[in-house]
């Protein structure tokens, strides 16, 4: 079995490596990893094992090292696919809308954002069709989390609020 072999161009130690793996994304990680272990003189084939990665990979790996180190490891090209609906700076549109009701923007005033709203809204606002499920998704890559409306009563009276829960807890003591 042929040996791996490190050229190492920025002539980085083990421990510049692994200060640079815990910099790096999770999922990149394991490119570092699998140079640290040939630094340290493993084979590949012991090195696939413990990364549960194909030979092959390692042997990549080891490539880019080799032919422009850690950028060149650590570089993840574009994927392929359709590109998204909407640009960015409409995604961003779409941010600052959320932020005002949806009576605010033309539609009823018994009505709260959710997905079919804002599918609704994006479909007269650009033209672009999404489903509910389309609209969720593309919520949660721009970091939007789900929250069940709440009700805040206008005409609340706090005094009243506050005798009620003293209330209430004498009645659990009693109990």
Known sequence: ????????????????????KRETPYKLRCRVQ???LVMKGRQAKQIAEYLDISEQTIRKYVAYFN??????LLHVS?????????????KEEVKEVLKQSPSE????????????TLAAYIHDTYGVKYTSDGVWRMLLKMDFRYNRPTYVLAKADPEKQKAFQDELEELKKSH
């Open 105 to 116: 923007v033309g539609f009823s005033t018994h009505t709260t954002w959710n997905c079919k």
């Open 78 to 90: 574009k994927k392929p696919g359709r590109p998204p609906r909407l640009t960015n700076e409409q």
């Open 1 to 20: 079995m042929r040996k791996l072999h490190l050229n190492n161009p920025q002539n980085l130690t083990i421990e510049d490596l692994n200060k640079i």
């Open 34 to 36: 699998a140079v640290i």
């Open 67 to 72: 032919e422009g180190g850690v950028e060149k």
